[in-house]
């Protein structure tokens, strides 16, 4: 007898692709804010520039009056009032520059360069420096190139105006003196975006607003070589909030200030190419025609939000929210939400909400519910929240069987049962990014943001919370 094998071929099941109907489909009440790249929005328009939803936002940069409910429920989202407005960014920018687009260098990098002893230059791990009130020390930040005589140099650095009551006004831009002839210097004020002066030899010219980091300003700094030098470098640094004394700023007497940048770019030329070299090495960093590209609404902590209409979550006593943001603001005690249901969770019940806390230590994360008592309570596990970070943020309430829980990236942070009283949550509109309209503004990116009335399962949690990761570029286990 002879035996004929088969191969046997396995056919696995893939999971069915995620949607974010498919949670609201029995009747679950709540919204979906899901932004699209700037192709999907010009192909079918989610997004529009007027809260009636009849101008369709075209370009980055535009203001937001209105958002498509993306769950399926047709909530309606809007903000009828311009400077009220949240507006639609993406990162990395393109066209900034004639010619091209910037290379950014990332913020939790170490920004190398030489040591200026003199200036007291110190290693940046983050995108902060500060200056402090004993008047020995301070800091500023370096980005190390090689250059050559009678070529230009440009730099390209975003700052941000800092949150301490000293904080500076004017900053200097400047490259090493010794390769550069020692007078070719910006001072750039960064409490308006303004260039106030420059020494010879030296151009700076205002870029304008951030379009990724409300609040801060572009500068372009560009000066020409006056001898070869393998490493010189271009720094930033306080100007003692005295534009006069540009070259020899005194730090004694102030008391401690701050001051914050987002990215800092050195090219050779006056155009930027695609790399841009890092410290005294031969290695470059990654070009961003290779960098992800995403897209989001941005808020500007004076007066940017969204709300929706009312909607009843009266026959539910559970509650899921959702969000992918990058948080710009300062560090220190102020509490700013994400989401907030009603115009004051703490003054309603059948209320839920969560955000940065304004208790409980820098990057910590609040999270509330509410039937006819209110439990909330803090997070500040592994710094929750940090600065210029972006994260998945949920957070998990039940009224009648009490708990309420905050997970980040897929990883639970805390739960906890807490008494909320009882009955379920109410009839309210939804506030985006401030408390009722009025107040606690959101400073930062929001990417993706659903609220969800009802426990999702442990495998719908996880694809919502990948989905919203895949769209700002990041990887949940």
């Known amino acids: 007898m002879r035996w004929r094998f088969r191969r046997y071929k396995h056919k ?18 709540g919204f979906v804010m899901d932004f699209p790249t700037l192709d999907q929005q010009l192909a079918a328009p989610v997004l529009f520039t007027d809260d009636a939803g009849t101008v369709p936002v075209t370009a980055v940069g535009d203001v937001i009056g209105s958002v498509t ?36 260098v990332a913020n939790t990098d170490n920004i190398e360069g030489s040591t200026w002893s003199a200036l007291n230059t110190v290693a940046i791990d983050e995108n902060q420096f500060t200056e402090s009130s004993d008047s020995a020390v301070h800091q500023q930040v370096n980005q190390a190139i090689g250059i050559v005589s009678g070529n230009e140099y440009t730099s390209v650095v975003s700052l941000a105006k800092g949150v301490l009551p000293n904080a500076p006004d004017y900053m200097q831009i400047s490259f090493g003196s010794a390769g550069f002839g020692g007078n070719q210097y910006a001072v750039v004020n960064v409490s308006d975006g303004t260039v106030y002066t420059t020494g010879p030899g030296a151009t700076c010219v205002s870029l304008g607003e ?20 393998a490493t010189n470098g271009v720094s930033v640094l306080f100007c003692n909030n005295n534009p006069a004394l540009p070259r020899a700023p005194s730090y004694a007497g102030d008391t401690d200030a701050d001051c914050f940048y987002y990215w800092l770019d050195v090219r050779e030329g006056t155009a930027f190419e695609t790399r841009q070299r890092v410290g005294a090495s031969a290695t470059y960093d990654v070009t ?31 509650m899921t929210m959702m969000v992918g943001t990058t948080y710009k603001g300062a560090s220190g005690g102020y509490t700013t939400p994400f989401v907030e249901i009603s115009a004051d969770t703490t003054a309603n019940n059948g209320t839920a909400s969560f955000g940065k806390s304004g208790s409980g230590g820098d990057g910590t994360v609040f999270y509330s519910s509410a039937g006819t008592n209110r439990a909330a309570t803090n997070e500040g596990t592994a710094n929750a929240l940090l600065q210029n970070s972006s994260s998945v943020f949920a957070q998990r309430s039940k009224i009648s069987t009490p708990f ?12 906890y049962s807490l008494s909320q009283g009882s009955g379920n949550y109410g009839n309210y509109p939804v506030y985006i990014g401030s408390r009722g309209g009025s107040s606690l503004f959101f400073n930062g990116n929001i990417y993706c943001l659903a609220v969800i009335g009802k426990l999702l399962t442990a495998q719908e949690q996880a694809q919502a919370e990948r989905y919203i990761a895949n769209k700002m570029k990041g990887y949940l286990g």
């Open 288 to 318: 961003e025609a290779g960098q992800p590209t995403r897209y989001f609404a941005y808020c500007d902590a004076t007066d940017d939000f969204l709300d929706t209409s009312s909607i009843d979550f009266s026959s539910t006593d559970e």
């Open 69 to 104: 409910d993306a769950s399926g429920n047709a909530v309606s989202i809007t903000q009828s009032t311009t400077p009220a407005k949240m507006r639609y960014g993406r990162w990395p920018q393109s066209a900034v520059i004639a010619g091209g687009v910037l290379c950014k």
């Open 404 to 415: 309420v829980s905050l997970s980040k990236n897929g990883i639970q942070l805390g739960e």
């Open 210 to 229: 951030d379009l990724e980091n409300p609040g801060a300003w572009i500068f372009k700094y560009t000066a020409t070589a006056t001898s070869n030098q």
């Open 12 to 29: 696995s099941k893939r999971p069915p692709k995620f949607e974010w109907p498919a949670l609201y489909a029995d009747g679950t009440p």
